[in-house]
């Protein structure tokens, strides 16, 4: 939050956009000094304060921590023992298979994707990487890999989607997609009239592991692409948009653009890893629906 | 660098060293998920042993609680595999179908939430307080407050942006402050 030199912070802003950050210690170097000035001359402000870390004490004695009932760690302490007996006999045939160049993640269970990327864009891809993450500050490119990947897979898609995860059920496919180090979180557009038609797990032609799950509903589809950040930078603005948050917070971790004709909305769910949503839904109505479906 | 090495007995070791010392942090936020104990132990198990399968993964120094918590809300979203007594869903289909049996099930917050957790040891006004605010206020709230994580944490647990996250941990207490001022001015916590 930018504050000019000038500009004091005033009681109702205060209580309702710094007090419980100035509480929990979120506030920034420069917020928290328009916070501390301003309740040093503010009696009001300074009791509010106290109460509000008064209420934050009380939760912390009060909602205490449970112990968990001895039968239920018994039984997890067993199910871990299972898996490690299971892990004993399976390590002996490991060892044997990783001797033969066999793949750790069961890729081979898979089927392959079909080769859809075109020698120029893998040449694209390796050389905007290298761009983004020079950071040197000077134009960035006009291409943005990532999200290139994300629509060209999209506009594919809306013809025919085709999962290569068995299961629709979203925890199977989170299990899928945590197994290759991706987020396991699964959007769930349902409330909003978006069926989950499937999860696929793919290869980028660097070898680094993507996922995609595709939704379909009435009024359009959406696409999530998850796949690692590479140390991508968010993008700057210029050609794109960025809607304000409706606190007046500036910058929150979704960051939307208007690219190539699509909608895209790009987030870092998981460390290392980026999350892009692509639709061609109308700006509004893409950032409502993606609201209307936080959890 | 996540850790892919190391025999099973030393990954078991690293696991009850690092991850079930927050085992009671976990059951603690399961059960307000759940809001039935057999239900809550399902999520917990689930839990606990995808974290350990996962457990590779995990960058050992960083918060393991918020790692665990990531995968406990990711499991409750999901649709985790209660025991034997109901069948996981097998399509996508299937799990809003369960989805909506059980939000039709789940009594709405607040409508008794001390027959709820009685029993538990979880009586009294702030708990009273706390399961009457609206879901996402509540997790906030508990998440900051009870399981002490950051709101960037907290952000990634809820795979939510931090400015919501900020809003529903202020309006969340705002809330919590009003139901609870009776009570806390009883305590002299507040002045009237």
Redesign the interface.
């Known amino acids: 939050m930018e504050r000019s030199a000038r500009e004091k912070v005033d009681c109702t802003t205060y209580i309702?956009?710094y007090?419980?950050?100035h509480v929990?210690g979120?506030l920034s170097a420069g917020e928290l000094r328009d916070a501390e000035e301003h309740i040093a001359g503010c009696v009001n402000c300074r009791?509010r304060f106290a109460?509000?870390r008064?209420?934050?004490a009380?939760?912390?004695e009060?909602?205490?921590?449970?112990?968990?009932?001895p039968i239920?760690?018994g039984?997890?302490l067993a199910?871990?023992d299972a898996?490690?007996s299971a892990?004993?006999g399976k390590?002996a045939a490991r060892a044997r298979d990783r001797s033969a160049g066999a793949d750790r993640a069961g890729w081979l269970t898979m089927r392959r994707a079909r080769i859809w990327v075109p020698a120029a864009l893998a040449a694209v891809l390796v050389f905007a990487f290298v761009i983004l993450h020079g950071g040197s500050g000077t134009t960035p490119a006009q291409a943005i890999p990532p999200f290139d990947v994300a629509i060209d897979n999209y506009k594919q898609f809306v013809d025919h989607f085709e999962p290569n995860i068995k299961?629709?059920?979203?925890?199977d496919?989170?299990?899928a997609y945590?197994e290759h180090?991706l987020?396991?979180?699964?959007w769930?557009f349902?409330r909003v009239g978006y069926?989950?038609?499937?999860g696929r797990v793919d290869r980028l032609p660097d070898g680094t592991p993507v996922a995609y799950t595709f939704y379909r509903g009435d009024t359009g589809t959406i696409l999530c692409t998850y796949m690692k950040s590479h140390g991508l930078q968010v993008p700057p603005r210029g050609e794109l948009r960025q809607p304000d948050?409706?606190?007046g917070?500036g910058?929150?971790?979704?960051h939307y653009y208007q690219y190539k004709g699509y909608r895209v909305c790009l987030?870092y769910?998981?460390?290392g890893c980026i999350c892009i949503l692509v639709t061609v839904q109308p700006m509004q109505e893409f950032i409502q629906d993606i609201i209307d479906s936080?959890? | 660098m996540a850790d892919k090495s190391g025999t099973g007995a030393d990954r078991r070791k690293r696991f009850e060293d690092e991850a079930l010392p927050h085992l009671d942090a976990l059951y603690s936020m399961a059960i307000r998920l759940a809001r039935n104990p057999d239900d809550a132990n399902d999520l917990l198990q689930e839990t606990v042993l995808r974290a350990y399968r996962f457990f590779h993964q995990f960058e050992s120094g960083t918060n393991c609680r918020a790692w665990m918590l990531t995968i406990l809300f990711n499991n409750f979203r999901n649709g985790y595999r209660k025991s034997t007594r109901e069948q996981p869903a097998s399509s996508a289909d299937e799990f809003e179908r369960k989805v909506e049996a059980e939000s039709l099930r789940t009594d709405p917050a607040g409508s008794n939430p001390e027959a709820l957790l009685a029993g538990q040891g979880m009586e009294g006004e702030v708990e009273t307080a706390l399961a009457s605010l609206p879901d996402e206020f509540r997790q906030a709230v508990l998440l900051v407050d009870v399981e002490e994580l950051s709101y960037q944490e907290v952000s990634g647990v809820l795979n939510v942006a931090i400015g919501t996250i900020k809003s529903r941990v202020s309006r969340g207490r705002a809330m919590l402050r009003e139901r609870l001022t009776g009570f806390a001015k009883e305590q002299g916590i507040i002045r009237s």
């Open positions: 309702e956009k007090l419980s950050a929990d979120e009791v109460e509000e008064a209420v934050k009380l939760l912390r009060r909602a205490a921590m449970l112990r968990t009932p239920v760690r039984s997890i199910a871990l898996i490690d892990d004993a390590g299961s629709t059920a979203p925890a496919i989170s299990d945590m180090e987020p396991g979180f699964v769930n349902q069926k989950l038609v499937g948050e409706p606190s917070y910058g929150g971790e979704h987030s769910p998981r460390s936080e959890p």
